[in-house]
């Protein structure tokens, strides 16, 4: 029969200083969790894990494998071994939990965090009966919003493969956004729980979070935490908090990206965090070096047919009014002033090959910086 | 000659453009035209999802019907630009209704979704359609001596819907390395943090931190360089790492570059020489 070797982190607080690793020897059959089961039935029955519903229903035999945080029930042994080459598997506790024996972890504190984004219903008595021999109905299209959220498991394989707790103390973690998001578009939720729930989820990190996309990836029940994090940083800029760099950094891709096709990097450091000199510092280096800095992009061929596009989505998503029509007034303005015409006209006539002349050498020239 | 069109997104335009000119030499040493798809738009950069999720497949779908239209294939080299494109094209495969509703939109510029192009990023572009073997016939200076650390980026790897390669042990970027002859390193302690580059308009100091770990243990392992096929990740490591209060003073680069020093194209050319953390080794 085909093996492998498991090197177990093992640590018992009461008798070890420190912890240290076991090999074991366990069939290439199953899952992980099969493998573990072996070695408790078979090799060594001091070895402490948490298993329970065997099925990637109860979420407890989350832990890392070569440092990638895999549901053992749900990870077959022969995956592991194709992916790794033979190498020998090494079996850690979640991280950014503490350790309470082998690979059993204490989730109070994650548990902890997630209730400060307030994860449950507060009822809007004009939607909820307050009666209960009255129902409050959910229709499927309405569960659309959130059916992913709910299967949520608390198995805290995001908790441990996150970026933002890594190196943010208070930060939430990628699970607690995603059960609060469920509740911001529950139409059962009164106004001012979702008001509250941004309000607590700005001082939780919501800003923070990197974007790396590893919550998607560990999740073993599909949620997508990330993408909820975006939805409430969406949500924070519309109930109006918009004081925090990231929504700041927001508006300029909206604005922009409407206006010339593009984001201007040259603007992003004064947009944000009001850094001028950042511009001025670039300007002035190209300008030593004997190039001329243009502050616009190029506008992409077919911008206007773009914007059509851009608006369309926009209204029917009822967020046209997200678009700061005088921000892209200015932009159009700095265009014409800088190519000596309308911005209509500039779109047409950059691309009209050989036609554009010094037009198209202009548009030649440089724009946008990178630094903060 | 493969032909294949090129995305360039904010990375290969304006100040960077010498990005493209690097990457037009480096693609021609291995027999790749690289046509320019001018007429797209910025993808968002993950940071339009926030906003609204429609609109960033909108974007995306008119810039993949961009390619289309042009019977094209299309190449991608910024990760996010990647995987948020990469994500927008699952979702029009996948849900016939937003397909239906956008390309009523995309009518009007006369273009249409259809699903019929392969979107590539570089890492699966060289391993699958260039292939080792070419690049590594295209060696002309070997790039002997260089302990070179392998930089993935996340976005290339997560979500696995769009990942290009192994999420939990990739093996492109090595395989590449080594064609160019270079000793990859490839065990160090924050090969796979995240290099914090969409961090730092909206948490600073969390970017700050992400490079901290990184750069430290790349040092650490002894290497001379870090490379990665994500400009935005070589920005944070050559831009923003000039933000920390001690830059360790790593040197890095955009994988094309180090190509275009292997296939024999000079230092000056290749960009290896325009870094603010200056590439000492040759």
């Known amino acids: 029969m085909e093996t492998a070797t498991l090197k177990v982190f093992r640590f018992d607080p009461d008798k070890d200083k420190v912890p240290y690793y076991q090999d074991y020897e366990v069939p290439v059959e199953g899952t992980l969790l099969n493998a573990l089961l072996y070695i408790k039935d078979n090799l060594d029955p001091t070895l402490s894990f948490r298993a329970f519903c065997r099925s990637e229903v109860c979420g407890s035999c989350a832990m890392k494998v070569n440092g990638k945080t895999k549901l053992a029930c749900k990870t077959p042994m022969k995956e592991l071994v194709e992916t790794w080459k033979g190498k020998p598997l090494r079996i850690d506790p979640l991280d950014h939990l503490k350790v309470i024996r082998d690979l059993v972890v204490d989730i109070d504190k994650p548990i902890e965090k997630m209730k400060t984004l307030i994860p449950w219903l507060v009822p809007d008595p004009r939607v909820v009966p307050t009666d209960p021999m009255h129902e409050s109905i959910i229709y499927p299209e309405e569960l659309e919003a959130y059916k992913d959220q709910i299967h949520c498991m608390l198995c805290f394989s995001c908790y441990s493969a996150c970026e933002a707790v890594e190196d943010y103390e208070r930060y939430r973690g990628p699970f607690a956004f995603s059960r609060a998001y469920r509740f911001q578009v529950d139409r059962r939720d009164i106004e001012t729980a979702k008001e509250k729930r941004i309000r607590y989820a700005i001082s939780g990190g919501l800003w923070s979070c990197v974007q790396c996309q590893k919550c998607l990836y560990v999740c073993p029940k599909g949620v997508k935490p990330a993408e909820d994090i975006q939805n409430l940083r969406g949500q924070a800029v519309r109930k109006g908090f918009t004081d925090k760099p990231g929504a700041k950094k927001l508006k300029h891709y909206v604005d922009w990206i409407y206006a010339t096709g593009q984001i201007n990097r040259l603007y992003l450091p004064e947009e944000v965090y009001g850094n001028r000199e950042a511009r001025e510092k670039l300007t002035k280096a190209y300008e030593e070096m004997g190039v001329e800095v243009w502050e616009v992009p190029k506008p992409t061929k077919g911008l206007m047919k773009f914007r059509d596009i851009y608006l369309e989505i926009l209204s029917k998503e009822e967020k046209a009014l997200d678009l700061d029509f005088s921000h892209v007034r200015k932009i159009d303005k700095m265009v014409s002033d800088i190519f000596k015409a309308d911005i209509c006209t500039i779109v047409d006539r950059v691309h009209e090959e050989g036609k554009g002349g010094k037009l198209i050498e202009k548009l030649k020239g440089l724009f946008g910086g990178d630094n903060g | ?282």
């Open chain 2, 1 to 282: 000659m493969v032909k294949v069109g090129f995305y360039q997104g904010c990375c290969f335009q304006g100040q960077d453009a010498h990005m493209f000119e690097t990457m037009k030499k480096t693609f021609k040493a291995i027999d790749v035209e690289l046509v320019l798809l001018e007429e797209t738009t910025c993808c968002g950069g993950n940071t339009i999802d926030e906003e609204n999720r429609k609109l960033s497949y909108a974007i995306n779908a008119r810039n993949i019907a961009l390619a289309e239209a042009k019977g094209l294939d299309m190449l991608i080299s910024c990760n996010t630009c990647y995987m948020v494109i990469a994500k927008a094209k699952r979702a029009m495969d996948k849900n016939k209704k937003l397909r239906e509703e956008i390309n009523n939109l995309l009518k009007e510029e006369g273009l249409e979704y259809r699903g019929t192009n392969r979107i590539y990023h570089l890492l699966d572009f060289f391993r699958d359609v260039v292939g080792y073997d070419r690049i590594r016939k295209a060696v002309k200076r070997p790039l002997k001596g260089w302990k070179v650390a392998a930089y993935y980026g996340c976005h290339v790897l997560y979500p696995r819907e769009t990942a290009v390669d192994n999420s939990d042990n990739p093996s492109s970027l090595q395989e590449i390395l080594k064609a160019l002859g270079a000793k990859v390193i490839d065990e160090y302690e924050n090969k796979d943090a995240c290099c914090g580059y969409h961090s730092f308009y909206t948490d600073k100091n969390m970017t700050l931190k992400k490079l901290d770990k990184i750069l430290g243990s790349v040092r650490e392992a002894g290497a001379d360089i870090i490379a990665t096929p994500c400009p935005l990740c070589f920005k944070s490591f050559d831009i923003y790492q000039t933000n920390m209060e001690n830059p360790p003073g790593v040197p890095s680069s955009f994988l094309p570059e180090l190509m275009a020093y292997a296939f024999g194209i000079s230092k000056e050319e290749s960009g290896l020489s325009h870094h603010l953390i200056k590439v000492e080794k040759d």
